[in-house]
């Protein structure tokens, strides 16, 4: 297996009575961040279950960090974390004994896992409130708590499932920012969520399920293609920017508090800036609007494979 | 840079940013993480890192078992002039006082078991390298440990007390050393017997009252029962026992006891001359222990439920 193939997944099928979670899913996934991405019921924690070994495919395997998932969960298990989605913490323990305890579970020493436990929870903004009982957390607090359990056995790859579910816009970003950290860290993290600004805002790597089979896998970056569509930010003059583009022959209008101008080729960028300069207002933003991964799966779902 | 940071013999203060360090240390496997949840049950069950509330009723129980073994040394201190044979109770009578621990295990084995199904814990553990059978290892080895040292305890502070108030320490440590196996290996069978009913039981529901009923329920309609299957059976016959005696399993290991120390079943005990009654004890009660552990595996063969 290529060392910079993280996950490989062969003609992974998985049935439950009555219901087919996933349905030959086949894909190489290379290391970093990657969205696990599909609407609710899509598959994607099934996934998560089988790469943890947890549950067993109906057909096909799985290879994790290079290791048969069938052959060794055992050893596979001991390279990953995982993040649950529903609440999984016992509530009437501090976070620090928790963290600590899952630190010894996944093999380290007693010494080690309390140390490791004080320095993740500290990494994860929880240094103050860790030998305070879980049950007094916060929603975000507790997501932080269980992303720190994740981390503290110091894995190659890391599971998320809807990591941001529940939080509040702060705690969101929050979240995000520190799952965008991990890949700094050389963890790679797998995030399940069915939020696509979630993953467009973090993950460099994107696999698309609905209904138990792969809609698209790629590079988040090639998946988003320009729409001919700029987005020009001059403050709260926007209609001096508007009237000033109908009279170059470009349509624009007022989007979310910016500008966004319909363009047809570089030529028409310059003309917008020009205007923009002409008026003498103050640009803040000018960028060309991508396709969304929202339109990405929309379109990749109702289609053809 | 200010002056006095630059004055030499005073100190700069310094920023590091501890940020992720990964873990580069030895780490365990299996048998660690089996090794890590039963030092974490045993927490649990003695309140450790707990709030006051949940030390007390362990320690509370070991305080009122231990009562018998400082009374007899006592009283053994207070007529040791006049050479008196108190003996208030017997090693084999105090193995029958550690049944009161049945007490202690449905107050226990519920706390360890039930809040990891109920709180959604077992997941995370189960993503560590554990799988059923070392889960079930670590539960219930934790609280056959408790119960084996809060049996043994009482029995060792009677022994020593004993030795020390006698008129020859030698001559009392030599005249009883058979009790230096009976009593461990009878505590032992004790201990093992009530931590799997006790783990068996509590794995059934994730509400801890309810298991804790159940254990009591038990062995309360077993103890019934089988009292009036001995009064009627005791009317037909001579013998002064009956095999109905075995359908009480709170007294099951109490045969064993008996065997243990004396050879055979205690002639005035409800078991009491049934022919191989001490077959049969032996017997039911490697079947009950087969029972609750296969319950146990059954319910932890897979963590999806």
């Keep these: ?305 | 840079m200010s002056a006095a940071a630059e004055s030499p013999g005073v100190r700069r203060g310094a920023v590091y940013d501890r940020s992720y360090r990964p873990y580069d240390g030895p780490r365990g496997r299996r048998a660690a993480a089996t090794a890590a949840l039963y030092r974490a049950s045993i927490r649990r069950a003695l309140g450790l890192r707990r709030s006051w509330r949940q030390k007390a009723a362990p320690f509370v129980l070991l305080a009122v078992v231990s009562v018998p073994a400082v009374v007899n040394v006592g009283i053994g201190y207070i007529t040791r002039e006049r050479r008196l044979p108190i003996e208030i109770i017997t090693y084999r009578d105090y193995v029958g006082v550690s049944s009161a621990l049945l007490l202690f295990v449905a107050l226990v084995a519920p706390d360890v078991m039930c809040p990891d199904r109920r709180q959604r814990v077992l997941p995370l553990m189960f993503s560590r390298p554990l799988v059923g059978n070392d889960y079930v290892a670590a539960k219930v080895g934790s609280i056959t440990t408790i119960l084996f040292a809060f049996s043994f305890l009482p029995q060792l502070v009677l022994f020593v007390g004993n030795m020390l108030v006698s008129d020859s320490a030698f001559d009392y440590f030599a005249g009883h050393l058979d009790v230096l196996w009976q009593v461990p290996a009878s505590v032992a069978l004790l201990a093992v017997y009530y931590a799997v009913i006790g783990c068996a039981v509590a794995s059934l529901t994730d509400r801890r009252i309810v298991a804790g009923a159940s254990v009591i329920g038990l062995f309360l309609v077993t103890s019934i029962a089988s009292a009036v299957i001995v009064d009627n059976g005791a009317d037909r016959g001579p013998s002064p026992g009956s095999p109905g005696a075995l359908v009480n399993v709170l007294r099951l290991p109490l045969y064993l006891r008996d065997l243990v120390f004396l050879g055979h079943v205690d002639a005035t005990s409800p078991l009491g001359g049934v022919d191989h009654g001490g077959m049969y004890a032996v017997g039911l009660y490697v079947i009950v222990l087969g029972l609750g552990l296969g319950v146990l595996w059954r319910r932890y063969r897979w963590v999806e439920r």
């Design chain 1, 1 to 305: 297996m290529d060392a910079d193939v993280l996950l490989r997944v062969t003609a992974l099928t998985k049935r439950y009575p009555g219901v087919t979670a996933l349905d030959g899913l086949t894909l190489d996934v290379p290391r970093g961040r990657i969205g696990l991405v599909g609407a609710n019921g899509a598959g994607k924690s099934t996934m998560f279950r089988l790469l943890l070994g947890l549950t067993q495919p109906t057909e096909g395997h799985i290879q994790v960090c290079g290791v048969d998932v069938a052959a060794d969960p055992i050893e596979v298990r001991s390279r990953l974390g995982y993040m649950p989605e529903h609440d999984c913490l016992p509530l009437d323990q501090t976070a620090a004994d928790v963290v600590s305890t899952f630190g010894e579970l996944s093999g380290l020493p007693r010494r080690a896992a309390r140390q490791r436990a004080s320095d993740i929870l500290d990494l994860v903004g929880l240094d103050e409130a860790r030998f305070r009982p879980i049950g007094g957390f916060s929603t975000g607090m507790r997501q932080r708590t269980k992303l720190a359990q994740a981390l503290v056995g110091d894995p190659e790859l890391v599971l998320l499932d809807e990591p941001t579910a529940g939080l509040d816009p702060l705690g969101r970003e929050e979240m995000l920012a520190l799952v965008a950290r991990l890949g700094t860290f050389g963890i790679s993290v797998m995030m399940a969520t069915h939020l696509l600004d979630d993953v467009q805002q973090v993950c460099d790597h994107v696999v698309m399920i609905d209904a138990g089979r792969l809609v698209v896998a790629g590079e988040t970056a090639s998946l988003l293609d320009r729409t001919g569509v700029v987005t020009v930010d001059v403050g709260l003059r926007h209609h001096d920017l508007i009237a000033g583009l109908a009279s170059a022959g470009v349509d624009a209008t007022v989007v979310n508090g910016a500008v966004e101008a319909t363009i047809e080729g570089d030529q028409q960028l310059d003309l917008v800036r020009d205007v923009v300069a002409d008026l003498g207002l103050p640009l803040f933003r000018l960028t060309t609007r991508l396709t969304s991964l929202d339109e990405v799966f929309l379109r990749s779902a109702g289609g053809p494979e």
